[in-house]
């Protein structure tokens, strides 16, 4: 499985799908997001592989 | 998706300028975009000095680092709210601040809100009742009245903040909601100087909070990633989260609801009628001008406060 997490909230989805569709899947808006895999940036058409881990940091902050 | 310079892997995807770039060339775009709009918009020019408002957000941090880099004389301004309750808010973004202008050798003015008026934000909401309960509004009152006074008092030509396109498309869709022409004129990305009171410009206004977002991670700035405790729940916070639904489906529709009502503007839509002129004069405490008789907001609330 993969394992995506934002704000502390944990979300698990299969292998093998784009970004997009994972966040589609857990219903976040893209819009929303940016995501990051062992640090770097990845875009929407990116294959999440089994066993890793997504972090996903939120767009919106106050101030 | 690769990097439309130069065929790498793309770092950053934007599609409403259907444009995915590289970290290196992506690092390169915003700078360049911030200096187009700079000059577009007229905000200011390399000789003249501004301060920049930084909360130790990713926009306002953000927006200083870009300055830095395209050789403008910029100098920040940090105003300690002391909102530290439950996280340490105010404390925590004024280390980040800190230790950004230092890492650079930036200069930076640091204004106690607590020293100036004897009580921080959440207190002086409680003392006055602003708002009731809500900090932001008493909050705003604060830093505009704190970041005139330093610019006046320390010559700075331009006051610059680090607003972003979903800030002010927020902004703008509270104030469509409402029909307030009076604030809807005067938002853009320039507000231009009147007597006593420094131009305030924008230059992020054209770029996307995620742009902004992309930009702090990939230049690796360390920011406040946390909400202000205040803001969380804030109607402006639910204006992005809707504007972003749509975005979503139609990428590029935020862009465009800024973009037509500045055109909008530019063509008199919200040409000024000559009855609401309002006839300034100088706050007889601070000096700052003000429309209503007698002492400013800041001044009338702090003194209300002062004396519960
Ligand atoms: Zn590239
Ligand atoms: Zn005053």
């Known amino acids: 499985m993969v394992k995506i997490i934002l704000r502390g909230k944990e979300y698990e989805v299969r292998p093998g799908m784009t970004l997009l569709s994972a966040l589609k899947r857990i219903d976040i808006l893209p819009e929303s997001v940016i995501a990051t895999r062992d640090g770097e940036l990845i875009v929407e058409d990116e294959i999440l592989r089994e066993g890793e881990t997504i972090k996903l940091v939120a767009v919106i902050s106050g101030g | ?308």
């Open chain 2, 1 to 308: 998706m690769k990097c439309r310079t130069c065929g790498q892997k793309a770092a950053v995807n934007m599609r409403q300028h259907k444009l995915a770039l590289c970290k290196e060339h992506y690092l390169e775009w915003v700078p360049a975009q911030v200096e187009r709009f700079i000059k577009k918009y007229r905000m200011f020019s390399r000789e003249e000095k501004i301060l920049v408002a930084v909360s130790g957000g990713k926009d306002s941090l953000s927006l200083w680092d870009i300055l830095h880099r395209l050789g403008y004389v910029a100098d920040g301004l940090y105003i300690c709210l002391g909102i530290d309750e439950g996280i340490a808010y105010s404390s925590e973004s004024q280390r980040l601040t800190e230790e950004f202008a230092a890492e650079r050798g930036l200069k930076l003015q640091i204004v106690n809100i607590q020293q100036q008026t004897g009580m921080t934000i959440p207190e002086l909401s409680t003392a006055t009742m602003r708002g009731r309960g809500k900090s932001c509004s008493v909050c705003g009152l604060v830093k505009r009245h704190e970041m005139n006074r330093i610019a006046r008092d320390f010559g700075y030509a331009v006051l610059a903040t680090g607003h972003n396109l979903d800030d002010e498309a927020a902004v703008l869709f509270g104030n469509t909601l409402t029909w307030s022409g009076e604030y809807l004129l005067r938002q853009g990305p320039v507000l231009p100087a009147t007597p006593g009171l420094a131009r305030k410009v924008k230059p992020l206004c054209r770029l996307y909070e995620r742009e902004m977002l992309a930009y702090a991670l990939l230049r690796g700035i360390e920011y406040i990633y946390d909400e202000c405790p205040f803001a969380v729940g804030a109607t402006s916070i639910y204006y992005k989260e809707l504007l972003n639904e749509l975005e979503n489906n139609r990428p590029g529709a935020k862009l465009s609801f800024y973009l037509s009502f500045l055109e909008a503007r530019k063509k008199g839509l919200f040409a000024e009628p000559e009855a609401i002129q309002q006839e300034l004069h100088p706050c007889p405490n601070c000096g700052q001008p003000t429309s209503a008789p007698g002492l400013c907001a800041f001044c009338k609330m702090t003194s209300k406060a002062n004396t519960v």
